[in-house]
């Protein structure tokens, strides 16, 4: 299965082409169904120079959030929420949105406590399944009520 995981980041690395990250939605069902998150090594593809490694860490995180398991994406969100690629801040609103189906309190404490950091982008992403009044007042800042 290592095998696999170096497979995905060496084609990311590469190719530098979008298509790359279909099997990164493979492999991250690998590693939830063995419950082998080091073969990802989502934080460190976190950290990486690599557009498409970054990518790769926030979109692996699905299959976890899939099972309910959410805590990873936060995690690997909280890494990337200052990245300037538009790429990767439409990839971490997109996480964050479908964590937010499991737990829509948690998403909206993850939003306030970093709202300084988190882009439009980001954000208008995550949001985009609330109530469009909820929505509005969020995009300014306001999250009570």
């Not at 493979?26 to 990518?55: G, P």
């Amino acid at each position: 299965m290592e095998g696999l995981a170096q497979a995905v980041v060496e084609m990311a690395r590469k190719k530098k082409d979008p298509e790359v990250l279909i099997p990164a939605r493979v492999l991250s069902n690998v590693a939830f169904n063995e419950k082998t998150r080091h073969i990802v090594n989502a934080d460190r593809l976190a950290r990486s120079k690599s557009l498409w490694e970054r990518r790769i860490a926030m979109i692996a995180t699905a299959a976890w959030i899939a099972g309910g398991d959410t805590a990873d994406a936060y995690a690997i969100a909280d890494l990337l929420l200052d990245d300037p690629h538009d790429l990767i801040r439409k990839a971490v609103g997109w996480m964050l949105r479908e964590a937010g189906v499991h737990d829509r309190a948690a998403l909206l404490r993850f939003l306030r406590t970093r709202y300084a950091r988190v882009s439009r982008t980001t954000l208008r992403y995550a949001i985009e399944h609330l109530p469009q009044a909820q929505r509005k007042r969020i995009l300014a800042g306001h999250f009570a009520g």
